[in-house]
């Protein structure tokens, strides 16, 4: 079975611009969790869907956005980017949500100049 | 507010030597627990994980963790590491029906051959 795929796997932006991640989740999972990796704070929560809806938020702001479709792939918005946003993003699928097993992407790699 | 903290940040060990990597939570109801793993340019992987019944939990490649509940520490364990366990190691919590994973900082442990 295919693992989590994540596209693209890197990127570069400017402060300001926009920038869109898709994450596509193994067959037959409908939980899609979003992640932000940094040096400084670590793997923290962004948001996490399942069936299009959006359970459960984290302490991001309203710049960051996402949704989910009914194949349940995936997508993270980050509108406005600033120069703390260049991270690692990572995307996780489960058939259920926590606390099923999350499978990781290898993540995309966010650089915002 | 759930919280998970690692007491190691960086552990340097020999091979054939043990291990045992601390975490501790807080969280006032049910927890599910959960130990990751990034090898280097590896994806996330799940280590082991505990939800209910034997405190002890055994998981892949030799490793164990044990759930102490009165003391909100769910600690990592192998008897003797090899020069491949070298990796960043996660703990994270999930409450309940939150859908989200809480993350610990990491520990990075360096085996020396």
């Known amino acids: 079975k295919a693992g989590v795929t994540q596209t693209p796997r890197y990127l570069i932006k400017t402060r300001g611009q926009q920038v869109t991640l898709s994450c596509s989740p193994i067959s037959g999972h409908r939980s899609v969790s979003w992640y932000q990796q940094t040096p400084g704070q670590g793997l923290q929560f962004l948001f996490e869907y399942f069936s299009e809806t959006q359970r459960n938020k984290g302490n991001f702001p309203g710049r960051f956005s996402g949704r989910q479709f009914s194949n349940s792939r995936s997508e993270m918005n980050v509108s406005t980017l600033e120069l703390g946003d260049s991270a690692l993003y990572l995307c996780a699928s489960s058939l259920q949500g926590s606390p099923d097993t999350q499978y990781f992407g290898p993540g995309t790699r966010l650089t915002v100049l | 507010a759930q919280s998970v903290s690692q007491h190691n940040h960086h552990v340097i060990l020999s091979e054939a030597a043990s291990l045992e990597l601390g975490c501790n939570y807080s969280y006032g109801g049910t927890v599910n627990l959960f130990w990751y793993v990034q090898y280097p340019g590896q994806h996330l992987q799940l280590l082991l994980k505990y939800f209910s019944g034997d405190p002890l939990v055994k998981g892949i490649k030799g490793f164990e963790a044990e759930f102490i509940k009165s003391k909100f520490s769910f600690n990592l364990r192998k008897p003797s590491v090899q020069w491949s366990d070298t990796a960043e190691y996660f703990c994270?919590?999930?409450?309940?029906?939150?859908?989200?994973?809480?993350f610990g900082a990491g520990t990075t442990v360096t085996v020396r051959a």
């Open positions: 994270a919590v999930n409450g309940g029906n939150d859908y989200k994973l809480s």
